[in-house]
């Protein structure tokens, strides 16, 4: 397969799943108010006062994140001055346990 294609598929379903991941957290609404930092496409993504890699994008897509959820562990990801003491993957699994462990 040459690099072109690669590439371009590359392009495509980093599109794809920004697309997904925009309609599905923030609403059709916030079309326009989204950009790639410095325009790099898959690097940092800016929507309204969040910013995500690529990397949370799919994590939050792949671990099945309700828009509460992933508001939420941005507001703690933020709170501790973005110093992630847990990761999208397990956050969901250690606040389960930390509410349940207080009962």
């Known amino acids: 397969m040459k690099k072109t294609v690669i590439l371009e598929n590359w392009e495509k379903a980093t599109k794809e ?57 941005m507001k703690e990801v933020e709170e501790n001055n973005f110093k992630r003491k847990s990761n999208i993957k397990n956050w969901k699994k250690l606040k389960y346990y930390a509410n349940n462990s207080k009962k």
Do not use: H
């Not at 898959?42 to 969040?50: E, K, P």
């Not at 910013?51 to 799919?58: A, G, Q, R």
């Open 17 to 73: 799943l920004t697309d997904f991941f925009i309609n599905f957290y923030f609403g059709k609404t916030v079309r326009t108010d989204w950009y790639w930092v410095g325009e790099e496409t898959g690097g940092c993504l800016f929507i309204n006062d969040y910013f995500f890699d690529l990397n949370d994008i799919v994590d939050f897509i792949r671990y099945n994140y309700s828009k509460k959820d992933m508001f939420a562990y």
